[in-house]
T-cell receptor, first 113, second 114 residues
Framework: GENVEQHPSTLSVQEGDSAVIKCTYS??????FPWYKQELGKRPQLIID?????GEKKDQRIAVTLNKTAKHFSLHITETQPEDSAVYFC????????????FGDGTTLTVKP | EAGVAQSPRYKIIEKRQSVAFWCNPI?????LYWYQQILGQGPKLLIQ????????DSQLPKDRFSAERLKGVDSTLKIQPAKLEDSAVYLC????????????FGPGTRLLVL
């Protein structure tokens, strides 16, 4: 089955700096890659996603890049703010059962004011 | 739009006891997922339903875990008997259909087995 590895497991940055989280996947058939943000004690929430026919996607301060050849994708957060502090999970899934995602183990991001 | 509802939010039991969790998905969502999230790890899919049928239960420990979605709406996940390693957050999620990528998570049930 699919295996998703996520790095780093913890990341600490100064407010205003950028943060980058990387994930690799094993199944070349994976074609949908969502990113979730989970604040302490709360539910995971989708923040951005990318499909395999796209190399990059941006939404304000958040961007995701995908390298299908290398089978890795990354989350980029610019101008970080303290409220960005949370656990971020990447995931990969294979269509047509697109909702059945394999998750990485998460990155705990701390943004220091 | 109301979100995915789960109950109870917290549960503490002793090993070998039984426990059940309930999930009410977003209205109209045909696909329902149960995930187990152990502390420090990402959610792991236990079972996926499409309406009242099971799509995937390959990672469900069937000797102790069971789940049902009899009328294709609410779902119940049961553990009998519980083990210490079952301590985790159990997340329910739903999506519009099996081919819909976006899934919405409930708040989860935090289970502690002593």
């Amino acid at each position: 089955g699919e295996n998703v590895e996520q790095h780093p497991s913890t990341l600490s940055v100064q407010e205003g700096d950028s943060a980058v989280i990387k994930c690799t996947y094993s199944d070349s058939a994976s074609n949908y890659f969502p990113w979730y943000k989970q604040e302490l004690g709360k539910r995971p929430q989708l923040i951005i996603d990318i499909r395999s026919n796209v190399g990059e996607k941006k939404d304000q301060r958040i961007a995701v890049t995908l390298n299908k050849t290398a089978k890795h994708f990354s989350l980029h957060i610019t101008e970080t703010q303290p409220e960005d502090s949370a656990v971020y999970f990447c995931a990969a899934s294979i269509g047509p059962n697109a909702g059945k995602s394999t998750f990485g183990d998460g990155t705990t991001l701390t943004v220091k004011p | 739009e109301a979100g995915v509802a789960q109950s109870p939010r917290y549960k503490i039991i002793e090993k070998r006891q039984s426990v059940a969790f309930w999930c009410n998905p977003i209205s109209g969502h045909a696909t329902l997922y149960w995930y187990q999230q152990i502390l420090g790890q990402g959610p792991k899919l236990l079972i996926q339903f499409q309406n009242n049928g099971v799509v995937d239960d390959s990672q469900l420990p069937k000797d102790r875990f069971s789940a049902e979605r009899l009328k294709g709406v609410d779902s119940t996940l049961k553990i009998q008997p519980a083990k210490l390693e079952d301590s985790a957050v159990y997340l329910c999620a739903s999506s519009l259909s099996i081919s819909t990528e976006t899934q919405y998570f409930g708040p989860g049930t935090r289970l502690l087995v002593l």
